[in-house]
């Protein structure tokens, strides 16, 4: 009876390893994931211009989002404020890449969408999908930027620095 337990026990330990090490799949993502927004950006191209001017949108989008998050409680209210304010976010993307001589096409959208493993200063998000407003210009084939809109870790500290 105890080497039977004693196989299960390592058992589930090899399963945990092989889930976490060899397939990369973080255990505590999903969680993670269902109570955060992030905020995504990519950029029309690598070139240094499309790169630049996505930094403007990136500025300029969250200039106008921080005094309607900077109050929010939960994910759904942000989510919310958001989705009410996708028309403005789209018009400021496309007033900011006119300013800069550009007449790149952009979309926005709340998504899931797959992300790399980041930190922001003391906290680390596994890679894996994630809700996410997600802004595109142009074709989008571009290196993106991304943050956490809901908690708030955009505005804060050195993310816009």
Not at 32 to 46: E, P
Not at 131 to 139: M, N, R, S, T
């Amino acid at each position: 009876m105890k080497q039977w337990f004693l196989r299960i026990i390592g058992a589930g330990i090899l399963f945990l390893y092989i889930w976490t090490v060899v397939l990369g799949h973080d255990i505590l993502q999903p969680s993670i994931a269902s109570k955060i927004l992030r905020f995504h950006v990519l950029a029309n191209s690598d070139s240094n211009a499309d790169q630049a001017v996505k930094l403007e949108v990136r500025n300029a989008v969250g200039t106008y989002l921080q005094p309607l998050l900077s109050d929010c409680e939960d994910l759904e209210e942000t989510k919310a404020i958001v989705e009410t304010h996708m028309e403005e976010i789209i018009a400021v993307s496309e007033q900011t890449l006119q300013t800069y001589g550009y007449d790149y096409c952009v979309s926005a959208k709340i998504t899931e969408t797959n992300f790399p493993q980041k930190t922001y200063g003391a906290y680390t998000f596994p890679k894996g999908t994630y809700e996410a407003l997600q802004i595109v210009i142009g074709e989008g084939k571009g290196k993106n930027w991304w943050c956490v809109l809901y908690p708030n870790m955009c505005f804060k500290g050195s993310v816009f620095e």
